[in-house]
């Protein structure tokens, strides 16, 4: 594909500094594209929840990594979207690129909101991160010995944030992707407890995925975290639709755009324990 360059303009990366994006504006930069972090913490800060930081980090910017935290399919999300799309399209971004969650029915006002947007864009569903489990919410839970989540026996393709951030700089930067819906995925099905075996093996550490309920899922939530009773439920309510089978299936979407397979969840394994993730107290 031709890939399209022009080091006067700016590609805004949103969450900028998590394990999706700081892979993408990493790989951009790698590739002399000139890159804005959106984060609270940047240089030019910037916060979905603040819209009057929001001019600022779009100045001089021909491009947009849309990643809406905490989730793309909280209610907040489609309007939160849709009004920055629009102040991005007035403010001359030609391109956007959102990253959706594969099967996640709460997330179409979202996803709808950039397919209106007028300028070019792409929408990335994808599967469950292999690195929730070193760099997010199960993190923790790894290095505690038990990884306790509503899942049951559900079979999960996850995929690594480093093929999902190859693939957005591909939309970002080549023409060919504009108006293209990406079903993402890794290689192969695996249960959540499949997963967490493959962790144990690998890092020698004692731990197993335990099995429980949305409900007491919850209330950890509640108690631990702290996390109000809205978004306790809005959350469960995606986790319901999102582990219920109906993504118990690979696309081969990865291999097609990166001419290359995907990577394994045993290979994301091997990587991170050699790189000291799940270090043995």
Known sequence: MTTTQNNTNTILVTAGTGKVGRRVADRLNAKGFPVRIGSRSAEIPFDWEDRSTWASVLQGVQGVFLMYT??????????????????????????????????????APAEQAVRESGVEWTVLQAAWFNQNFDEGVFTDMVSAGGV?????????PFIDSGDLADI?????????????????????????????????TES???VQYVPVTGAQFGAV?????????????GMLDIFATLLDGR??????????????????FADYVHAAVASGAWKRD
Do not use: C, K, W
Not at 176 to 199: C, K, M, N, W
Not at 247 to 264: H, K, S
């Open 148 to 156: 306790a989540f509503p899942a049951g026996q559900v079979l999960e």
């Open 204 to 206: 020698g550490r004692n």
């Open 70 to 107: 905490p989730d793309i399919g909280d209610p907040r999300a489609g309007g939160t979207i849709r009004a920055f799309s629009e102040l991005a399209v007035a403010n001359g971004v030609q391109r956007l690129v959102l990253l959706s969650a594969r099967g996640e029915d709460q997330a």
């Open 247 to 264: 993504n118990a299936t690979v696309t081969d979407t990865v291999r097609r755009l990166l001419g290359r397979e995907p990577i394994d």
């Open 168 to 200: 957005a700089v591909a939309a970002l930067t080549e023409d060919g992707h504009a108006g293209q819906d990406y079903e993402l995925t890794g290689p192969r099905l695996l249960s959540f407890g499949d997963a967490v075996d493959a962790i144990a």
């Open 221 to 233: 939530l509640t108690s631990e975290f702290g996390m109000p009773d809205e978004e306790v439920a």
